[in-house]
C-alpha cells in the first residue's frame, strides 16, 4: 500500500493514521468485543489509504491467544475492494 515493513515499523501509528475514521471506531468497538470474549476469533472489512491517496478495502481475520504480556494476535489481511464494489 505504498509503505514498507520498515515505515510501519518506525511508525506504529502510521498504519493507523492509515485507516477510515468510521472503520476505526467499529473496529475498535468489534476488537473489544472479542477480547471480552476471552479471544474469539474476529473477522472484519475496513478501509485503508494507500501512499497514492486511493482507498482499498481489507478484511482482516483474527485470532487471539493469552501471552504473559497481555494478548498476542495471529491474523491475515486480504484485499476485497473489487468484491466491495460489486456489493
Known amino acids: 500500500y505504498g509503505y514498507s515493513a520498515a515505515e510501519l515499523i518506525a511508525d506504529q501509528a502510521l498504519w493507523r493514521s492509515r485507516l477510515h475514521v468510521a472503520d476505526w ?3 475498535q468497538l468489534e476488537l473489544e ?3 471480552q470474549a476471552d479471544g474469539l476469533p474476529l473477522t ?3 478501509r485503508v489509504r494507500q501512499a497514492d491517496g486511493n482507498w482499498r478495502w481489507l478484511r482482516e481475520s483474527l485470532t487471539f491467544r493469552r501471552s504473559i504480556d497481555g ?3 495471529t491474523g491475515i489481511a486480504i ?7 460489486v456489493e
Open 71 to 73: 494478548w498476542a494476535a
Open 33 to 35: 468485543r472479542s477480547l
Open 25 to 27: 471506531q467499529a473496529n
Open 79 to 85: 484485499e476485497i475492494t473489487d468484491c466491495k464494489q
Open 44 to 46: 472484519r472489512d475496513y
